[in-house]
Nanobody
Framework: QVQLVESGGGLVQAGGSLRLSCAAS????????MGWFRQAPGKEREFVAG????????YYVDSVKGRFTISRDNAKNTVFLQMNSLKPEDTAVYYC?????????????????WGQGTQVTVSS
């Protein structure tokens, strides 16, 4: 079992930045690919970014490429999402997820563990 706790959400103006953190406890953190998803009201949960077990490979949805950066610190059991140049359309609840496999996939149902989510609101 893996427990995930997100933090760092909040209200920010368009063009601003936020850094989300996800602290993991339980089984070996480095055994899991990690990802960030988001869900806006009335919309399906969507993949935002993912990182492999080692941290060497990262993946992003096209809408955040060049603005968001995912990273992980396996010594601290933590994954981060640095979000720059935020836009109102980035407003959503952001979820951290863990997948007990080497490969990052975009489908939410393929991920094994989820955090409770943290709200990100970007005002125009």
């Amino acid at each position: 079992q893996v427990q995930l706790v997100e933090s760092g959400g909040g209200l920010v103006q368009a063009g601003g930045s936020l850094r989300l953190s996800c602290a993991a406890s339980g089984r070996t953190f480095s055994s899991y690919a990690m990802g960030w998803f988001r869900q806006a009201p009335g919309k399906e949960r969507e993949f935002v970014a993912g990182v492999t077990r080692s941290g060497l490979s990262t993946y992003y949805v096209d809408s955040v490429k060049g603005r968001f950066t995912i990273s992980r610190d396996n010594a601290k059991n933590t994954v981060f999402l640095q979000m720059n140049s935020l836009k109102p359309e980035d407003t959503a609840v952001y979820y951290c997820a863990a997948r007990g496999a080497a490969i990052v996939v975009l489908t939410p149902r393929a991920w094994d563990y989820w955090g409770q989510g943290t709200q990100v609101t970007v005002s125009s």
